[in-house]
């Protein structure tokens, strides 16, 4: 697992190696993270779902590119570029995407799972 001390800054340059492809045509990069938080980068194809789910970490989130519908709780939103969501702890939540996507995602506090896919920082 990568550590990253909070108070101290640090940055990350974009390689090859820090995407990972988590299910067929689903890739992601760890962009930066400290145990307040975990910024995620994907790259979703077209047609592809991120099954129903859920965790104990706020998310939020911009999508870059793409749309499709993401059903959230009981209810379903039609997203596309632009649109920025908020899902709470807890809450169950599933991505059904329509066109390729391009999302970037914040997690509160740091996802540790996720952690173990960063790769450590280019300079602190």
Same mark, same amino acid.
């Given at each position: 697992? &990568? &550590? @990253? #001390? =909070? !108070?101290?800054? !640090?940055?990350?340059? #974009?390689?090859? *190696?820090?995407?990972?492809?988590?299910?067929?045509?689903v890739k992601?990069?760890? %962009? !930066?993270?400290?145990?307040?938080? %975990?910024? @995620?980068f =994907?790259?979703?194809?077209?047609?592809?779902? $991120?099954?129903?789910?859920?965790?104990?970490?706020?998310?939020?989130?911009? $999508? %870059?590119?793409?749309?499709?519908? /993401?059903?959230?709780? *009981? !209810?379903?939103? *039609? @997203?596309?570029?632009? *649109?920025? =969501? $908020?899902?709470?702890?807890?809450? /169950?939540?599933e %991505?059904?995407?329509?066109?390729?996507?391009?999302?970037?995602? /914040? $997690?509160?506090?740091?996802?540790?799972? =996720?952690?173990?896919?960063?790769l450590?920082?280019d300079?602190?």
């Open positions: 697992m &990568t &550590t @990253v #001390d =909070y !108070s101290k800054p !640090s940055f990350w340059h #974009d390689k090859p *190696d820090a995407w990972k492809e988590v299910m067929p045509g992601r990069r760890m %962009l !930066s993270h400290a145990s307040t938080g %975990l910024m @995620v =994907y790259k979703i194809e077209s047609e592809k779902t $991120f099954a129903w789910h859920n965790h104990p970490h706020a998310q939020y989130g911009v $999508f %870059l590119e793409g749309g499709g519908k /993401f059903r959230v709780g *009981d !209810s379903v939103w *039609d @997203v596309r570029k632009g *649109d920025t =969501y $908020f899902i709470p702890p807890g809450m /169950f939540h %991505l059904k995407t329509e066109q390729e996507c391009i999302i970037i995602d /914040f $997690f509160t506090p740091e996802r540790e799972d =996720y952690v173990k896919e960063s450590p920082p300079n602190t």
